[in-house]
């Protein structure tokens, strides 16, 4: 069944009276809209900036560009307004998050196609730029860049494809071509010959070498006025003022051509404006970015026939090739005092620029840009949109222990922070450093003498937490050393037993290994756990044992006996609708499905790989967003008996444990399923989540606490660090397992 008419739009950028080109751009595409297809609603979202919310028009919809919870407002309004495209503006700097990225927590929570206009292409981002135009460029179905030389940077930078992207120039308005003298008495120019740049000023327009080459240019034009047209740019009038201003107007005191330049201190209106450059005679932009792809002023002069000099910046090579116009070397003012004194020498040859450059702008004209934006959105409109996807960034981050470390001191690993500072009123336990004592067996590349030290101070709290008087580990421990008790959770008892089994198999010095077999002996005859995650934290460290040595009886009867157990517990728990061995979702709660799979696989039991699979399989799905993406169970579940699970507050343990989980799965079945799983897990780590932001801080190996309905929680505890680090070493184990079986089985394209 085909697509109804294109009939209403979501249009996001920036809006009149902000006063920057993003906003006049976004206003005149709506009027272009608007005036060419009157029958089409047209929903304005702009971010709202440094103006007051009033002065706005109030068939805009405003959004506080640095509240996120303002994005999935706005996601929310889009959806239940009927509009059936979305047409984004996008400039860096604009949004709100890390580069930007709060656009895509709107994006991420429609359904409706997106068409994205890139006012900037950046052949060298950052890597949070890097992320941002990815997930942008993924969930676009078109793409809209102003100059070939965007679409190119899209091909070679971002692999695009050519057919995504339509190149459409800056649209201009529609004036007649007329003499500049019919237009200068107006303005009291009527004996000058007029040169003109416009714009909000700042330092990267170069108006100091225009203003340089006036020396130049009055020397052999006694009657040449350089006008200088527009309000200093907002944000450097927040940090400096007017001393930019000054600066230059104390410069053409110096070169003594205070009679040829006028500074128009003012933001002007449209139509005044376009007043001014028909007036001009000569229109410069001597601009200092060669990377620039985009100028609105530009394309305004030349879509009303002005002789132009520039810099040849990236739009004005394109703009102005076949001899449309003059280009000079960057901040060279004798060059722009020799082209533009020869355009004023010479009128036939200003003329025939001037022809040639009018007639190029009758195909920019903002008429021509509303009919192929329109084509577009239409078109778009037809198609199944893009979304944003799990599989979307494939970057696995480098395993980094700087924030671990941060984190640790010479007794242990303490247990929360306070942002990324140690908060040392809440002390240690033997649960984060039994995890951190796994890492260290993990990271790859780390330096041996630092592996070593820090294994020791790992493995020596873990042995200090065992207390032989009570038969169990402590768990908590005070600053000064002090314990908090003499016993801690079975979980926690369980937890401490895993890392000592992990630590027999994996760490790659024997006498840790020897250390860690020999507690792990001494320790787990002495427990008997009895409560589901204790057993399944146990069967993990059974298992690892096991696979170090095959013939450890302890650890054998630990794997089998827990199993059974965790098999019994099922039976009394499940109902049709609920695969799970509880009646609650608590914590964790992947391990419980791992550690059946890890130990059903070792002990060949398929009764523990069956109801394995079939109990991750179930999580994976109540953790499984609508959007395709992570949704870990968050903590206001817990508790709730025979309840779905509720989104918030998400952990970071969660995504770990149930990608370490889709590992094992993924051993005994080789289903591709638990790979897309797996990834899935991962991502979430890296903003593919319900906030669309990240909780890695990529840069120093950080990992924030969890999402909560309300951003991110930034305090960074021992939990959540070595979750992301943990996921990190995890999913080279994946890409790897991914990568042998793609070799095995060629055709099932199988990659992590």
Not at 172 to 199: C, Y
Not at 456 to 467: C, D, E, I, L, P
Request: net charge negative; aromatic share 8%.
């Amino acid at each position: 069944m085909p697509a109804a008419p294109l009939g209403r739009i979501a249009l996001i950028g920036n809006s009149e009276p902000r006063r920057c080109g993003i906003a006049t751009f976004t206003t005149d595409c709506r009027n272009a809209l608007a005036a060419a297809f009157p029958d089409l609603g047209i929903d304005f979202y702009a971010m709202k900036g440094e103006e007051a919310r009033d002065r706005y028009p109030q068939d805009v919809r405003v959004l506080d560009d640095q509240d996120r919870d303002a994005y999935a407002e706005a996601a929310e309004m889009i959806e239940e307004s009927g509009a059936q495209a979305i047409w984004l503006q996008h400039e860096f700097g604009i949004f709100g998050g890390v580069a930007g990225d709060f656009i895509l927590h709107l994006l991420a929570r429609t359904s409706l196609p997106v068409i994205t206009t890139f006012h900037t292409v950046l052949e060298q981002p950052d890597e949070d730029q890097r992320r941002v135009m990815n997930a942008l460029l993924a969930r676009s179905s078109r793409i809209i860049v102003m100059a070939e030389r965007g679409r190119a940077i899209l091909e070679e930078t971002y692999g695009t494809a050519a057919s995504r992207i339509s190149v459409i120039p800056h649209g201009v308005p529609d004036r007649e071509h007329v003499d500049p003298g019919l237009l200068k008495p107006a303005f009291g120019w009527t004996d000058r010959k007029v040169i003109l740049t416009f714009g909000l000023l700042a330092p990267d327009k170069g108006i100091d070498t225009m203003i340089r080459a006036m020396s130049g240019v009055a020397a052999r034009h006694t009657d040449a006025l350089y006008i200088v047209l527009g309000a200093t740019h907002p944000n450097l009038l927040r940090t400096e003022g007017e001393t930019y201003r000054e600066r230059l107007r104390a410069l053409t005191r110096e070169l003594d051509v205070e009679q040829h330049v006028t500074f128009i201190d003012r933001f002007v209106a449209q139509d005044e404006l376009l007043d001014h450059l028909q007036a001009a005679d000569i229109y410069v932009t001597p601009y200092l970015n060669p990377a620039q792809i985009t100028s609105g002023t530009l394309s305004y002069a030349v879509g009303l026939g002005k002789p132009v000099v520039s810099t040849p910046y990236l739009h004005a090579t394109e703009i102005l090739d076949d001899d449309h116009g003059i280009l000079v070397p960057f901040r060279d003012s004798e060059a722009m005092a020799e082209a533009v004194s020869d355009l004023l020498s010479n009128t036939r040859t200003r003329l025939g620029y001037s022809t040639r450059a009018y007639d190029r702008g009758r195909s920019m004209l903002w008429s021509e840009l509303a009919r192929k934006a329109h084509a577009l959105l239409a078109a778009s409109h037809e198609e199944k949109p893009a979304r944003l996807s799990p599989r979307l960034v494939e970057t696995i981050l480098t395993p980094d222990p700087s924030a671990v470390l941060r984190m640790s001191d010479a007794t242990g690993m303490l247990q929360h922070g306070i942002f990324a500072v140690p908060d040392r009123d809440h002390g240690y336990c033997v649960d984060d450093n039994a995890r951190a004592l796994i890492l260290m067996h993990r990271l790859p590349g780390l330096d041996e003498t630092l592996r070593d030290q820090w294994t020791a101070v790992y493995a020596a709290f873990v042995q200090h937490a065992w207390n032989p008087a009570r038969g169990r580990f402590r768990n908590f421990m005070a600053y000064d050393r002090s314990w908090c008790e003499e016993e801690g959770s079975e979980d926690s008892c369980g937890r401490a037993l895993w890392a000592l089994g992990v630590t027999a198999r994996e760490s790659p010095f024997s006498k840790y290994r020897e250390w860690g077999l020999q507690l792990f002996d001494t320790t787990s005859r002495a427990m008997t756990l009895e409560s589901p995650r204790a057993s399944a934290f146990a069967m993990l460290g059974a298992v690892a044992v096991l696979e170090a040595v095959p013939d450890h009886t302890a650890a054998r009867t630990i794997a089998e006996g827990s199993g059974a157990r965790l098999l019994r517990i099922l039976d009394a728990a499940r109902r049709p609708d609920w695969t799970w061995i509880e009646n609650v979702l608590a914590y964790d709660n992947a391990r419980l499905p791992e550690a059946l799979l890890v130990a059903g696989r070792f002990l060949k039991n398929t009764a523990f790989i069956e109801t394995g699979l079939a109990m991750l399989r179930w999580i994976v799905e109540q953790q499984t967003a609508p959007a395709g993406h992570f949704r870990a169970v968050g903590s206001e579940s817990f508790g709730r008996s025979y309840k779905r699970p509720l989104p918030f507050d998400q952990q970071p343990l969660e995504a770990h444990a149930t990608l370490e989980a889709c590992i094992a799965a993924f051993d005994v079945t080789g289903d591709r399923f638990w790979l897309d799983a797996g990834r899935s897990c991962y991502q979430w780590f890296l903003g593919h989540n319900d906030l669309g932001t990240p909780l890695a801080t990529r840069a120093d190996g950080g990992c924030f606490d969890g999402l909560t309905p309300v951003g991110v929680n930034r305090n960074q505890g021992a939990e959540s660090l070595l979750a992301l680090q943990l996921s990190s070493c995890a999913m080279i184990r994946l890409s790897k397992r991914a990568e042998s079986a793609a070799q095995q089985h060629p055709a099932e394209k199988l990659s992590a």
